[in-house]
């Protein structure tokens, strides 16, 4: 039942990672405009805690790679979340960590896959 969940949270943790790369990315662009809308880095802190919970769920199930590269790239994106919320400096560090978060479930996402079809085959 256990190996259900991890391509669960992984799913998760690309989905918002995508989602919060495209937020940081789009979102300058939307505050040129004269729309009246601000930025909030408590969205970023919404972002970072979704990720971060998703890791939480998955990180004893990954391999050392994968672990890495998801322990890494949530280090970056909370230092740039916290720089913005405390100290009012924006960093471009949450752009390198949300592509990292993306990679690293994609590659847990693939490792368990291949890990369940492999177990599937050899059954018979």
Excluded: R
Excluded at 100 to 117: A, C, D, E, T
């Amino acid at each position: 039942m256990k190996e259900k969940t991890t391509p669960v949270y992984d799913i998760l943790g690309i989905s918002s990672a995508t989602i919060c790369l495209v937020h940081c990315l789009v979102f300058p662009l939307l505050t040129i405009l004269p729309l009246g809308l601000s930025h909030s880095p408590f969205i970023d802190l919404t972002f970072a805690s979704i990720g971060l919970f998703s890791i939480l769920k998955i990180i004893k199930k990954s391999n050392l790679l994968t672990a890495s590269i998801l322990l890494i790239s949530m280090s970056l994106i909370w230092i740039s979340v916290l720089s913005e919320l405390f100290f009012e400096i924006h960093l471009d560090l949450i752009f390198i960590g949300g592509i990292g978060m993306i990679i690293g479930h994609f590659l847990n996402y693939q490792s368990h896959k291949k890990i369940k079809n492999h177990d599937t085959t050899n059954k018979f």
